[in-house]
């Protein structure tokens, strides 16, 4: 390791940020658009794939681990509020060596691929009423023509971003607390999923599940990564994130339980890429299906426009602080300008060509190994300073652990592939960066 050291002013204001621009009600509904638009839409049939008609636990069991983890990051925010605010917390625990500058780059990785996993879940909901879902032009073609909607939304400014999320994130979550509720009175708990003996679905299954559903929830680092742009951000970035996870633990309970009193565990894994609309039909009629298509395609339309706005603040820390290479290939323009565009066309290549349930499962491996790094960075270098609880901590740590080695094994069995990828993937960041950071010192 290279040691504590104190190098990054957290107070700094990093990429041209705009200090004091995002609102706490704006954080939220950014917060809570990247969480929502992925843990519902996108990942509910995944989770009940694994954890059979104990699914709804999952989300309850990922909102308990993501509040340890949030731990972490609300002390540091709250110590050092700054933009791009996971590469802050890591290089003041390692130094501007290897490990945070890999560390970082790992959760912009697992962002982009967010981005990709909702940019093709809010193509198969446009999709679905025509029977056109399994097309795989249209399905590239339009999520590609989301994630340059999303490009313009934040080249346009943080205001129009805040804005934007605002009232998509309204409409969203009023809209689906709407469908859960009719859903529930509709079909009550007597039938679907919860009908179905457990059987079968064994506690490892259970607990790999829940790899999926802190996915759900790590939208919340979107708001660490605006920490310096938030308005009185030492008092607002950690109300912020537990509010916006309150928001989203609630949702996906009500979404869950109306899902799994609607459609069996099959049903459920057959329609996993839209879920909620196939819950919606035999519930509510085509009106109701009518109805969560509009829901879901708000949503992940919101989702990746918050967070194609976190990932590009966090590479451009990244890159002023010299920890990963840079090019302008050209371009005029500011750096936080560049940075956006090298995120969409990385976010729209990954929605082009990759499967997603993969590169979900990619994005798990590369956002827990990350989280386990910032604990124990936060637990070896920073507890005292910020006065932050090693049983806490410590938790969070062996939580993060469990549900990866749950996750591991489970895909181990079911597809090697990925976790080779995975682990290729994290050698060639870890490799990569290793190489830049020394060329850098030779200079």
């Not at 704006?26 to 509910?44: E, K």
């Not at 949030?70 to 540091?76: E, F, G, L, Q, V």
């Not at 109300?239 to 869950?256: K, S």
């Not at 094994?409 to 990925?418: C, E, F, M, N």
């Amino acid at each position: 390791m290279d040691g504590h050291q104190n190098h990054t002013d957290g107070q700094h204001s990093h990429g041209g940020s705009e200090k004091g621009s995002i609102s706490l009600g704006g954080a939220v509904a950014m917060g809570t658009g990247v969480m929502i638009g992925a843990g519902i839409f996108a990942l509910t049939g995944q989770i009940a794939e694994l954890a059979g008609p104990l699914f709804p636990l999952s989300f309850i069991a990922g909102a308990f681990v993501t509040a340890l983890a949030a731990y972490s990051y609300i002390k540091m925010s709250n110590a050092w509020p700054s933009s791009g605010g996971i590469a802050m917390i890591l290089q003041k625990a390692y130094g501007p060596g290897t490990i945070a500058a890999a560390a970082s780059l790992l959760m912009a990785l697992s962002m982009v691929i967010n981005e990709s996993l909702v940019a093709r879940t809010f193509t198969t909901y446009a999709l679905r009423p025509f029977d056109l879902q399994d097309n795989g032009l249209l399905q590239s073609a339009l999520a590609l023509a989301l994630i340059i909607f999303a490009y313009f939304v934040n080249a346009s400014g943080n205001r129009s971003v805040s804005m934007v999320s605002i009232v998509m994130s309204a409409i969203k979550i009023g809209g689906i607390a709407i469908f859960a509720v009719a859903a529930l009175w509709m079909s009550g708990f007597s039938g679907g999923a919860f009908a179905e003996p457990t059987a079968g679905f064994g506690w490892s299954g259970l607990v790999a599940s829940v790899a999926f559903s802190i996915l759900a929830f790590k939208g919340f680092t979107t708001i660490t990564n605006s920490g310096g742009e938030i308005v009185d951000p030492h008092r607002n970035v950690g109300r912020t994130i537990m509010i916006a996870i309150g928001i989203c633990v609630v949702t996906y309970l009500l979404v869950a339980a109306a899902v799994g009193a609607s459609l069996d565990i099959d049903q459920i894994v057959a329609a996993r890429d839209y879920s909620l609309a196939a819950a919606a039909e035999p519930a509510l009629g085509r009106v109701g299906f009518w109805f969560t298509i509009v829901i879901a395609i708000t949503a992940t339309a919101s989702g990746v426009v918050a967070s194609v706005f976190a990932v590009s603040r966090m590479l451009t820390m990244l890159t002023e602080m010299n920890m990963i290479p840079h090019s302008h290939f050209g371009m005029s323009g500011s750096l936080r300008s560049h940075l956006l565009v090298y995120t969409v066309v990385v976010a729209g290549t990954l929605a082009v060509l990759f499967d997603l349930s993969r590169i979900a499962a990619l994005g798990v491996f590369f956002y827990l190994v990350m989280d386990m790094l910032v604990h124990w960075g936060v637990l070896r270098y920073l507890r005292k300073e910020i006065g932050a609880r090693a049983e806490i901590l410590l938790a969070a740590l062996a939580a993060d652990a469990v549900v990866l080695g749950a996750f591991t094994w489970i895909k181990l069995q079911s597809d090697p592939g990925i976790v080779a990828y995975a682990a290729i993937g994290m050698f060639f960041v870890f490799g990569g960066e290793h190489l830049f950071l020394r060329g850098q010192k030779g200079r």
